[in-house]
């Protein structure tokens, strides 16, 4: 039996297309519900994502994909997103000029000065790579610009100094900011390059678990196989021979022809029996996720912002951003109602993590309202969620880990893994749907090397 592990985003697309094949695959799911992290939540009236998850690709196969499943149901969305700094909001996605022109006279000052220096540093000499994200940032936008923006939100969300960063997500998720060319865009009025970013992007009607959704609906009845927490994995030699897992019924074994797995890199490995040998554990113990505790909040007015993304970089503010569903869709809320989705990034364990339920929504609430954005007696309902393996956590090494892992695990021969937590790998939901594609068409007999997909040197939002 062709077994996949974990029904979200990825797993869900193998199983839809080895179904399409007259392959029958069974699904094995820990919760009692699919989709993983790009499920819809269906609270009283109101649907909410789990953060923020739009539809974009440069990849033609996978927008046929999603098209051909959701038809009407998907809609092109304009993007408006800002961050809210010293009490002003600045449009995101960020443009030089515009970040620097916001922060008044004096620290616009200051950051024209730490950027001419920088460079200034630069000339005449080669540059070593950067060790660092802290050194990436810095190098291009001089140290004032990245304390102002970069610094303090990536702490917020990773929970580790810049210092201990990776450079590795700067590359697709900031790289599209350039301070030389917005300034000389300004000073001699040039039109600029014809690199755009991503301002326009699709989304379900009824929130981005539609896509998961509209998977599973096209699989045969039970294929998938909720409430069933696989809890070992058994191999011999170069293949894997069988799964056990957790039931309402008891421990249940399968035996397997092929295995795809979309569960965590770290938890797989611990599955494995017989272990793994000794240095690929330890390497697997390097590698961390970064958790989140997400709070919604059913609010008694029409609306609260008109952006799909707030995010708050300062300290004062507790949550690192929120995103309005109703914005998306307005089938996402009553119409004389909206809603927020509040991200607090957590370590599981941790004071915001442990915090109790009314507490993080007081203390949710209060902060809003101390930015004019709500007041007390418009919130209507909450709901607080936690989610764990939720990003995977980019610090300096973590590459040599990862790689390590994976390459113990493609000496398997009938194994391969997919999706964000699977491959360890920070990128966009085109690239996991496109895994999940793959990996069934490696089942069907082709040879595609899924290490390479969403890891292009490419800014992820040119378009």
Partial sequence: MITIIGAGLSGLTAGYVLAKANQPCRIFEREPFIGGLARTVAFRDYLFDLGGHRFYTKLPDVQEFVEELLGEDLIAVNRSSSIYLRGRLIAYPLRALNAMLSLGLVDSAHVGWDYLIEKLSQLGRELPPERNFEEWAVRRFGRRLYEIYFKTYSEKVWGVPCPELSPDFA??????????????????????????????????????????????????????????????????????????????????????????????????????????????????????????????????????????????????????????????????????????????????????????????????????????????????????????????????????????????LGGFSNLQCIGRPARFLYTSSDHYILMGIKAAHNILGANHDLSSIGTEKKYAEEG
């Fill in 171 to 408: 590359d697709q998720r900031i790289r599209g900011l350039s301070f030389s060319e917005a300034v000389k865009n300004a000073l001699f009025r040039r039109k600029p390059k014809a690199t755009t970013l991503i301002a326009r992007f699709f989304y379900p009607k009824r929130g981005f678990g539609m896509i998961p959704d509209a998977l599973a609906a096209r699989l045969p009845e039970g294929t998938v196989v909720t409430s069933s927490e696989v809890v070992k994995v058994s191999h011999s030699g170069d293949r894997i021979t069988s799964i056990d897992a957790a039931t309402p019924e008891g421990i249940i074994g399968h035996k397997v022809t092929n295995l795809i797995s979309s569960i965590p890199l770290t938890t797989f490995v611990r599955l494995l029996e017989p272990p793994p040998p000794k240095e690929v554990m330890e390497a697997a113990a390097q590698l961390r996720y970064r958790d989140m505790v997400i709070v919604f909040l059913g609010i008694n007015k029409p609306q609260v912002s008109a952006d799909h993304w707030r995010y708050f970089p300062s300290e004062d503010v507790p949550f690192a951003r929120f995103h309005e569903p109703k914005n998306w869709s307005a089938l996402m809320a009553p119409p004389e109602r909206t809603s927020l989705v509040v991200e607090y990034f957590a370590n599981r364990g941790d004071d915001c993590w442990n915090m109790a339920d009314r507490v993080i929504v007081d203390l949710t609430v209060r902060h809003l309202e101390r930015l004019g954005l709500m007041t007390a007696g418009e919130l209507e309902s909450s709901l607080v969620l936690r989610l764990s393996h939720v990003y995977p956590l980019y610090t300096v090494g973590y590459r040599a880990h990862a790689e390590r892992v994976l390459e113990y």
